[in-house]
């Protein structure tokens, strides 16, 4: 009960994940449900769905094992691919007789390689690469996915500050649809296979993903004032629609003044990238 999300985004991958764990006797807490790490192969993000959060924890933990293992130097993608389901059936096989529903993204941005790569993975056997740039997992891609596929989806990948931007948007709009299942914090990261000064998988702070996903409402405001007027269909009220068009161009500025901060190192997400 989660949303997890992966975006291809320029030079890298942005991934985000709720907080929200709901128990089997309906108590609520919060967890981190996503990693990134930096192996000697490049950087890796990985976020979770799961019925058992804890269960999701140790696969995970294999993972990242196994991807710190690799050679950088004889490190490909079809490796990458072949030990992931290796650690999949392995996790699988012997642990549980009521084995509980696993979905994992994985994305990967190796040294020196310019494709970034995200998996959808669910054991025992399932790895399949993502190909269009976007791929959401958790029920909140029932809210999530029509969204994408309607507003944000393009030929060519967003920039990271515009896919932050497009996440905050989601993550409100699941929290506000099905808060039994997505709720809690927002955690993000921004991963690059770029040297220099891009050697830290980059965590977003809360607070910053918080104050977007707050933009969220303001939008919706003026998306539904707009669109209410428009169907009206009367003469009469172009001034109202000339107004209503200028609400939303004023949210398109609030976007694009966000600033997202990283938790190390020092760095913020901009409009124009990072400084």
């Given at each position: 009960?989660?949303?997890?999300i992966?975006m291809?985004?320029?030079?890298?991958?942005?991934?985000?994940?709720?907080t929200r764990?709901?128990?089997?006797?309906d108590s609520?807490s919060?967890?981190?449900?996503l990693?990134?790490f930096?192996?000697?192969?490049?950087?890796?993000a990985i976020?979770?769905?799961a019925?058992?959060a804890n269960?999701?924890?140790?696969?995970i933990?294999?993972?990242e094992?196994?991807?710190?293992d690799?050679?950088?130097?004889?490190?490909?993608?079809?490796?990458?691919?072949?030990?992931?389901?290796?650690?999949?059936q392995s996790?699988?096989?012997?642990?549980y007789?009521?084995?509980p529903?696993?979905?994992l993204?994985?994305?990967?941005?190796?040294?020196g390689?310019?494709?970034?790569r995200?998996?959808?993975?669910?054991?025992?056997n399932?790895?399949?690469?993502?190909?269009?740039?976007?791929?959401?997992?958790g029920?909140?891609?029932l809210?999530s996915?029509?969204?994408?596929?309607h507003?944000?989806k393009?030929e060519?990948?967003?920039?990271?500050?515009a896919?932050?931007c497009q996440?905050?948007?989601?993550?409100y709009?699941?929290?506000?649809?099905?808060?039994t299942?997505?709720?809690?914090?927002t955690?993000?990261?921004l991963?690059?296979?770029e040297?220099?000064?891009?050697?830290?998988?980059?965590?977003?702070?809360?607070?910053?993903?918080?104050?977007?996903?707050?933009?969220?409402?303001a939008?919706?405001?003026?998306l539904?004032?707009?669109?209410g007027l428009?169907?009206?269909?009367?003469?009469e009220?172009?001034?109202d629609i000339?107004?209503?068009?200028?609400?939303?161009y004023s949210?398109?500025?609030?976007?694009?003044?966000?600033?997202f901060r990283c938790?190390?190192?020092?760095?913020?997400?901009?409009?124009?990238?990072?400084?």
């Amino acid at each position: 009960m989660t949303l997890a999300i992966g975006m291809i985004c320029q030079g890298g991958l942005v991934f985000a994940a709720d907080t929200r764990v709901v128990f089997a006797d309906d108590s609520v807490s919060d967890m981190q449900k996503l990693l990134s790490f930096r192996a000697n192969a490049g950087m890796f993000a990985i976020a979770q769905s799961a019925e058992d959060a804890n269960a999701a924890d140790s696969l995970i933990r294999n993972l990242e094992y196994t991807f710190r293992d690799q050679d950088p130097e004889t490190c490909t993608f079809a490796i990458l691919e072949a030990a992931i389901e290796t650690q999949l059936q392995s996790w699988y096989v012997p642990v549980y007789d009521n084995r509980p529903r696993v979905q994992l993204l994985i994305g990967i941005c190796l040294n020196g390689n310019e494709d970034r790569r995200i998996y959808f993975c669910e054991p025992p056997n399932t790895v399949t690469r993502v190909l269009g740039g976007y791929q959401a997992i958790g029920d909140g891609w029932l809210v999530s996915d029509p969204i994408y596929n309607h507003w944000f989806k393009q030929e060519m990948p967003s920039s990271p500050h515009a896919c932050l931007c497009q996440i905050s948007y989601l993550m409100y709009k699941a929290k506000q649809v099905k808060p039994t299942a997505v709720g809690g914090h927002t955690d993000a990261v921004l991963i690059t296979g770029e040297s220099g000064d891009f050697d830290f998988p980059y965590y977003i702070e809360r607070v910053s993903m918080a104050v977007a996903e707050s933009h969220g409402m303001a939008l919706d405001r003026h998306l539904n004032k707009l669109a209410g007027l428009v169907m009206a269909g009367s003469l009469e009220g172009q001034k109202d629609i000339l107004q209503a068009a200028e609400s939303i161009y004023s949210s398109s500025m609030s976007y694009a003044a966000l600033e997202f901060r990283c938790q190390f190192p020092e760095k913020t997400i901009r409009r124009k990238f990072c400084t």
